[in-house]
């Protein structure tokens, strides 16, 4: 039988994992919006909060709706350009390498690379990430891959 | 990477403007230490002696909803009214309380002791009494011990028969420190 892991209170949820979801949104969209990224990803976990059934993917969950957001914001703004620099921080993690390899990378590509790479999600949880399957999410990790060989790096 | 505290703030302010919480609590220093209180859309829930908001944050959600998160502003009139309470400067709160998720049998017990005055105290029998059940002091005890918002609805007041001090869910020492607040002399 599924062992039933209950949705814990808003306020562990958000303490356990802002620092990190708040870390994949300077990444991704650039030290200058990713505060305001920040605080829509969490109002919109809220928002969605009360229709979860389990506890078991949250980690996942708040990466999709913080890729969601970012992608968003930048289809809002600028349909076909690429994403904004990313700023310079002085505290990077290992995988924040990542950063300078990723950034000329279309955003479904680049959101698929750093959250496989960059955070480890395993594919299922990836394709819930990007809206996606899971066929979509490995082409898109392989593409962006691919296209960053093209520039003599890998990932 | 570090969320700052301003962000942080700024994020829980707005959740709380936004009225996407269940439930939104803090902490607060007082004479008696330092309390939790927490507050729904409906009204104040909770004002807990034990500031250790882990436990406190558990069983508001089981109460009120996922939604609970720490949230300084929606508590700032409460914390306004605590701090002229024990400052002598207040004698009732005018707060809406939100006791929904209670028996109705302690919702009657407590809206029976929200009559109870500054600096005057009741006994257990004699609420038991008003409520029109003489034989439940027992069980008038047993409510207000787990009231769940103490000082503003104010168990401190109601004694055993003999005018002792006897039960409460603070402590004995808290409650003889409210009662030494209000004028009360045992």
């Known amino acids: 039988m599924m062992e039933v892991v209950t949705v814990p209170p808003f306020e562990r949820t958000y303490e356990q994992h802002r620092d990190e979801i708040y870390g994949y949104l300077r990444r991704l969209a650039g030290a200058d919006r990713a505060d305001d990224a920040f605080q829509e990803t969490f109002l919109r976990a809220l928002r969605g909060y009360p229709?979860?059934?389990?506890?078991?993917?949250?980690?996942a969950w708040l990466f999709t709706i913080a890729t969601r957001v970012v992608i968003d914001e930048r289809r809002r703004a600028r349909p076909e350009g690429p994403l904004p620099e990313l700023g310079a921080d002085d505290?990077?993690?290992p995988y924040a390498a990542l950063d300078h390899l990723t950034g000329e990378l279309p955003p479904?590509?680049?959101?698929?690379?750093?959250?496989r790479y960059g955070y480890d999600l395993p594919y299922a949880e990836l394709a819930a990430a990007l809206g996606s399957s899971e066929v979509a999410a490995r082409q898109a990790v392989s593409s962006g891959v691919r296209r960053l060989r093209?520039?003599?790096?890998?990932? | 990477m570090t969320v700052s505290s301003d962000l942080d703030r700024r994020f829980r302010d707005r959740a709380a403007a936004e009225g996407l919480l269940?439930?939104?609590y803090d902490l607060t220093d007082s004479p008696v230490g330092t309390l939790l209180v927490a507050a729904t859309e409906a009204g104040l829930c909770r004002v807990s002696f034990d500031p250790e908001p882990d436990r406190a944050v558990e069983t508001l959600a089981r109460d009120f909803g996922a939604r609970v998160l720490r949230a300084s502003r929606p508590l700032d009139v409460v914390r306004r009214r605590l701090a002229e309470y024990f400052d002598g400067e207040r004698q009732e709160f005018g707060l809406d309380v939100d006791l929904r998720p209670l028996p109705a049998f302690q919702r009657d017990v407590l809206t029976?002791?929200?009559r109870v005055r500054y600096g005057t105290t009741d006994t257990y029998g004699g609420l038991a009494a008003r409520l029109g059940r003489p034989r439940a002091a027992r069980a008038v005890?047993?409510?207000l011990n787990r009231n769940p918002v103490p000082i503003v609805l104010p168990c401190h007041r109601i004694l055993g028969s003999d005018g002792r001090l006897v039960g409460y869910g603070g402590g004995l020492e808290r409650k003889r420190a409210l009662l030494a607040l209000e004028g009360v002399t045992l």
């Open chain 2, 141 to 143: 005890g047993g409510a």
């Open chain 2, 22 to 24: 269940d439930v939104a």
């Open chain 1, 51 to 59: 229709a979860l059934r389990s506890g078991r993917h949250l980690r």
């Open chain 2, 112 to 114: 029976e002791l929200a």
């Open chain 1, 150 to 155: 093209r520039k003599g790096i890998s990932p």
């Open chain 1, 91 to 93: 505290e990077l993690p």
């Open chain 1, 108 to 115: 479904t590509e680049r959101a698929a690379v750093v959250l």
